[in-house]
């Protein structure tokens, strides 16, 4: 096998890195960079040496990978896994899944591989790194977000970093592909969800996402933008609200779907199923013969679309992949590259390569192909949440503001209903760099000037005040604050302090007309 010429750079400044004493090396490359073929050329230089080696994954699919691609290399090896038919420990290497190492007795290395390596700062691992560099042993760890999953710096765990090529470069040299995307120019209200570990929260998730309106229903948009390019015949109808939407369709462009959650996954098998589209959904309870079954139905076109939940986000690749649909939001760069990195490879039988932007993945983070500054040291920049502000809602039927999390109305008691599954009837639109101003991106004195004109209109227009915030927010992505670097001018604040204290007056006045009266 001929190396890629970052391939091979990187392969050597990982040995100069060694050689000078740093023996944790992280070596960063990005998604479709072709991480294990560059370790497997690292192990088996090792090997040649007399070296031993032991390669680390947490998943089957990685450890297949590994597996295959020592294999291709010419490099004798065995499988550390229970059960598994290549388990022999008399080889010098070893691909070893990380939950049977952690229970089995230690099998002596010079040479320890960590695949995803922003997972390697869990304690299984530290308690196994312990082992062998108690040993002498170097440690690699390979990523292409080197970022800890709550986008915490992995400092703590290596001492050096090398990176040798960007997403961009690997488009412009031909090695990946730069998909089409499709999105909503306006966001999805995730007010109400909490986060842990630096990202949403699933169980609340699962909650807001079935009581808020996703941006395009999924079918409708998949057949219009897939069956278009694809030439596919659609039937159409209209349904009981008006809303155009999709009776039957032959499209069958190769799709993987990320869900929010198990619900809303088996959901949306459930509606492309409806429409005679070959559909299958994955969680982390398939079982492993249903998940291989599912996953080389989707690989041979016996299966055109697979819905999962945290399945297929990395260590799973299929280059003849046509489309994503982001049905999952995530306040992680990392988890969204991962994601989106699934769609990039080049493959000559993959006739498109789109995704369907309906969580709002690039507004909130950028194109796939724009460069992010790494570090071990500090941690990853993720896109905030939404500030200070609580968002407000009016009460329909006395006009009092509450938070928009209220259920129940505190002036009048009115209960707001109880929400289904909501829809936007927008189709998505193809997104460039142009519509996508987000706020890290946006010089600040420009973010500043466009607030100001806001805070204008809206006093010329009589607005409440939350009107030119919400405005900022749908631009920009986040809320106007000093946190963000944007101040509220004066004339605004005097403005915003009259009006409140207005409000505030009619509700006394209105409270004392009520008790005068005995209403």
Known sequence: ??????????????????????????????????????????????VAKGKRCIFLAHRKELIEQCSKTLTF??????????????????????????????????????LVVIDEAHRSMARTY??????????????????????????????????????????????????????????????????????????????????????????????????????????SETVWFKGHDGRQRVAETNCDACTVVFAPNVKKSMEIVEQFKAAGVRAAHLDGKTKSKEREGILEGLSTGEITLVSNVDILCEGWDLPRLECIIGARPTRSKNIYKQMGGRIMRVDDDARIKYILDHANWTKTHGFLYEPTKHSLEKPEKRARKGGSERPLKECPQCEAVSFIGATMCPDCGYIWPKKGIEFTDEELVELDGDMVNRAEVVPRDERQDAFDKLATRCIEREHKPNWAKVRYRAAYGEWPSAKCGIFMPEFFKRYERDFNNRLKQQMLSQAASDAATGS
């Not at 290549?86 to 007795?105: F, G, M, R, W």
């Not at 730069?178 to 909650?207: E, Q």
């Open 73 to 110: 290399l010419g490099v004798d090896h065995g499988v550390y896994k229970r059960g598994h038919k290549k388990l022999d420990l008399t080889k010098p290497v070893q691909v070893a899944s990380i939950q049977t190492l952690i229970k089995k007795d230690h099998w002596p290395a010079d």
């Open 126 to 231: 530290q308690e196994i790194v312990a082992r062998y560099e108690a040993q002498g042993a170097a440690v690699l760890g390979l990523t292409a977000t080197p970022y800890r999953l709550d986008g915490k710096p992995l400092g703590a765990m290596y001492n050096s970093m090398v990176e040798v090529i960007s997403t961009q470069e690997l488009i412009d040299a031909g090695y990946l592909v730069n998909p089409t995307v499709f999105g909503s120019l306006t966001g999805i209200d995730l007010s109400g969800v909490g986060t842990a570990r630096g990202d949403y929260k699933k169980k609340d998730l699962a909650g807001a996402m079935a009581n808020t309106i996703i941006h395009g229903e999924l079918l409708t948009n998949w057949a219009r933008v897939c069956g278009g390019a694809l030439g």
């Open 1 to 46: 096998m001929i190396l890629r010429p970052y391939q091979q750079s990187a392969i050597q400044r990982v040995r100069q890195e060694m050689s000078a004493g740093r023996r944790r090396v992280l070596l960063v490359i990005a998604t479709g960079g072709g991480k294990t073929v560059t370790s497997s050329s690292i192990i088996k230089s090792a």
